[in-house]
């Protein structure tokens, strides 16, 4: 649980820097500035796909490397897109100063999609690993 909610915490804080930092890509001035921003929303997602894969309680299969950021990319986009698609403007930028509401539920659907799924694929993982046989004595 500890590590589900740091993950977590790590996505809600990054996703809020480069938010603030970078701002919505969709109302970027330039498109060097919206891939910016978009880049470094995927450097988050690897990087937290990355973090789960590498610091469990248990030892992981380096196969479980490329599944966990895939989800991780995956997920992000598909909470930024289901945040937008909610709020009910897909193409117009969600801005601070008139939508706070709308820029925070963004943030926590964003962060909430990158980092539950490599969560959920590191707990099927566990739950279907294979145990050392046990040595009955005879």
Do not use: N, Y
């Not at 001035?29 to 880049?39: E, K, P, V």
């Not at 929303?41 to 469990?56: N, S, T, Y």
């Not at 008139?98 to 980092?115: C, D, R, S």
């Amino acid at each position: 649980m500890k590590r589900s909610l740091l993950a977590l915490a790590i996505a809600l804080v990054g996703v809020a820097v480069i938010g603030l930092a970078g701002g919505d890509p969709r109302a970027a001035a330039s498109l060097a500035a919206a891939t910016r921003t978009s880049l470094a929303g995927l450097a988050l997602a690897i990087a937290l796909g990355l973090g789960v894969w590498a610091f469990p309680k248990e030892r992981r299969s380096l196969w479980l490397l490329v599944p966990m950021v895939m989800v991780a990319v995956f997920g992000a986009l598909s909470g930024w897109i289901a945040g937008a698609e909610i709020l009910g403007e897909p193409t117009e930028p969600v801005r601070l100063a008139l939508e706070p509401g709308g820029v925070a539920f963004l943030i926590a659907m964003t962060a909430a999609g990158m980092a539950l799924p490599p969560l959920g694929v590191s707990g099927l993982a566990r739950r279907f690993r294979r145990r050392p046989a046990q040595h009955v004595a005879r």
